[in-house]
């Protein structure tokens, strides 16, 4: 068993859930900026969709990963036609702009701390607190970030803790004091949560 593991099998309901599943590896993305290009790409639509948005966008530079230079010299109506609203065209073009002007290199990112990291992504037009959780988790490959907001997690939570969902606030506030005892293993925690929901 990991060590991550016996840590939060501390927590008896995930310990259910930890002890039938092998651990989780995490994950180091290198290309920060076509991670969030393709965040966006994504976002309400099935992964089956957005594997094809990202290959077409992929076609436009013949089947290679692209760099912020040549994403902002591409014609908007060019990335436009592979089948992006001009609002998610705009943020990609503004992640990329981004890149260029203040960098987003995991080394200069992995010096920041979460609640840094947070303030530093959401500066760009198009990429809220979420979509950063996210990328922490599965780009910068850090092992403590806790996502509230998530839906899947509430959706696991409120199942396994039996949490009133009725007054909103006091539900967050009971997922964060739940999730503060799985410190420093927030995102495995979340991991196990998202696969048992999704077994369910």
Sequence with gaps: MSLYQLHLSRDKKLKSIIDNRDSFELKQEKNICLYLCYSIMSQQLSTKVARVFHQRFLDLYNGKQPTAKQIIETKFEVLRAIGLSNAKTNYILNVANFEIANGLSPKKLNKMSNEEVIDYLT???????WTVEMLMMFALGREDVF??????????????????????????????????????????????????????
């Design 123 to 129: 500066q760009i037009k198009g990429v809220g607190k």
């Design 147 to 200: 996502s509230v907001d998530d839906l899947g997690i509430q959706t696991a939570m409120i199942k396994m803790y039996n949490i009133n969902v009725e007054d909103k606030k006091e539900m967050r506030q009971k997922m964060l004091k739940i999730s503060s005892k799985w410190e420093p293993y927030r995102t495995y925690a979340c991991l196990h949560l998202w696969h048992w929901k999704d077994e369910k």
